[in-house]
């Protein structure tokens, strides 16, 4: 039992100490980082804030990441590593700073919505921050207006009539093509008629000049006989 003991009490100091080697090892890069980052050797500085961060990954490291990679531009990991902070971090003022510049970065990336969002985390942690507060204002000029209510109802209306127009439109060209179509039939018709009248009156015109011929030479006969009996 007292072997077994002393046994676990030896591991518990063994993994102590590692943690304590690991610790030390992060914050001799830490250091580094620091004199890099003063010196604006930013490269530099998220190279050994980087390895700090791989060998413990707390709030300061990732914060201090964040920083030097926001330096360089790179808005997208500075917001990763801004959050890590921000939700490892024990200290209100170090999590408040933490969400200030997540706030900062999302800005820089054109995400004003997440950029107002992380400045009012900063401000309920920390009220009295100047910074913070103008900051949420110049975010908020930048998100633009949401359209009128009846803006996207005013569009379907006008489609809806423009609609409207365009068959009735249609409607009337179809009305006058038909129109045309049966001016064209009747006016058809109507000669067709015209010629057959046409025919039939000359057929009774032949008829009547054939009944007054026939009339004629009957006359004419009879005039004849009458002469010779006398």
């Known amino acids: 039992m007292c072997r077994s ?29 620091d004199k890099a980052y003063k010196e604006k050797n930013y490269a530099q500085a998220e190279e050994k804030y980087r390895s700090a961060v791989e060998k413990q990954g707390g709030a300061k490291e990732n914060y201090n990441l964040g920083n030097a990679v926001y330096q360089r531009e790179n808005y997208d990991a500075a917001v990763k590593y801004f959050e890590e902070a921000a939700g490892k971090a024990l200290d209100q003022n170090q999590k408040a700073q933490a969400y200030y510049n997540l706030g900062n970065a999302h800005f820089k990336a054109s995400a004003w919505d ?8 900063a401000l309920r942690l920390n009220p009295g921050d100047a910074q913070a507060k103008h900051n949420l204002a110049q975010a908020r000029r930048r998100i633009p207006p949401p359209p009128p209510p009846d803006q996207n109802k005013q569009q379907q209306n006008q489609q809806q009539q423009d609609q409207q127009q365009n068959q009735e439109q ?13 001016s064209k039939s009747q006016a058809g018709k109507e000669e067709e008629i015209s010629r057959q009248e046409a025919e039939e ?10 009944k007054v011929m026939n009339k004629m030479r009957r006359e004419k006969r009879g005039a004849c006989s009458s002469d010779k009996d006398w």
């Open 5 to 33: 003991f002393i046994t676990g009490l030896g591991l518990i100091a063994f993994l102590l100490n590692i943690q304590s080697a690991a610790a030390q090892s992060a914050h001799t890069e830490l250091l580094k980082g």
């Open 114 to 121: 997440k950029s107002v969002e992380a400045y009012k985390n």
């Open 170 to 182: 249609q409607n009337q060209q179809n009305d006058k093509q038909r129109q045309e179509q049966q």
């Open 201 to 210: 009156l000359l057929k009774i015109m032949e008829q009547e000049e054939k």
